[in-house]
């Protein structure tokens, strides 16, 4: 199941020159990109999926992610390992979830209205593991050979940003749920 059509004319039009997660981040735009396909398979689609990402909250957190074309999200600086002072910036900073993320929801609160009860609206978020795979190893991976070594040479490290990433994860869902998500 895909959130949108990425491969439909109609989403290029309402991406235009943005990058993904200035589509993301605006919510008029996120809006649009998740009703294109409900318009365009009338009556096919069960249910909208907000359109957004599970790498958002890695964002939110302090970290720099891109999109690249055709190959797919980047962290120029992935997590190297606890002494090289982004894992303690990421750790200490106080994400409010509301404020950082307040896009997703109005996105969520917008598409609502506008769905006017055709389909169910799905939000989403990546899991804690995965999210910190992402952060590691800086991008898609087969092997996980980054994050694997990370665990076991830093065990209580991880632990610790795992436990950060999932408190943020389910302020996430329960933030989504109160803008309107169904599902």
């Given at each position: 199941m895909r959130q949108a059509g990425r491969y439909l004319p109609?989403?290029?039009?309402?991406?235009?020159?943005r990058d993904f997660f200035e589509c993301c981040r605006d919510p008029e735009v996120a809006t649009e990109i998740t009703l294109q396909p409900v318009r365009r398979f009338a009556g096919l689609i069960d249910a909208a999926i907000i359109f957004s990402d599970i790498l958002v909250i890695p964002q939110a957190m302090g970290m720099t992610v891109e999109m690249v074309e055709k190959k797919g999200p980047h962290f120029p600086n992935p997590l190297q390992n606890p002494d090289d002072g982004q894992y303690g910036q990421v750790l200490a900073k106080n994400v409010d979830v509301a404020a950082e993320l307040g896009y997703v929801y109005d996105a969520i609160t917008l598409t609502r209205q506008k769905l006017e009860g055709q389909v169910p609206l799905i939000g989403f978020c990546g899991a804690p593991w995965t999210l910190f795979c992402y952060m590691v190893e800086g991008g898609g991976t087969k092997l996980f050979a980054q994050v694997k070594t990370w665990i076991y040479k830093y065990p209580e490290?991880?632990?610790?940003?795992l436990a950060k990433i999932a408190d943020i994860c389910v302020d996430h869902l329960a933030l989504q749920v109160?803008?309107?998500a169904q599902v």
């Open positions: 109609e989403y290029h039009e309402a991406k235009g020159n490290e991880s632990k610790k940003l109160k803008a309107g």
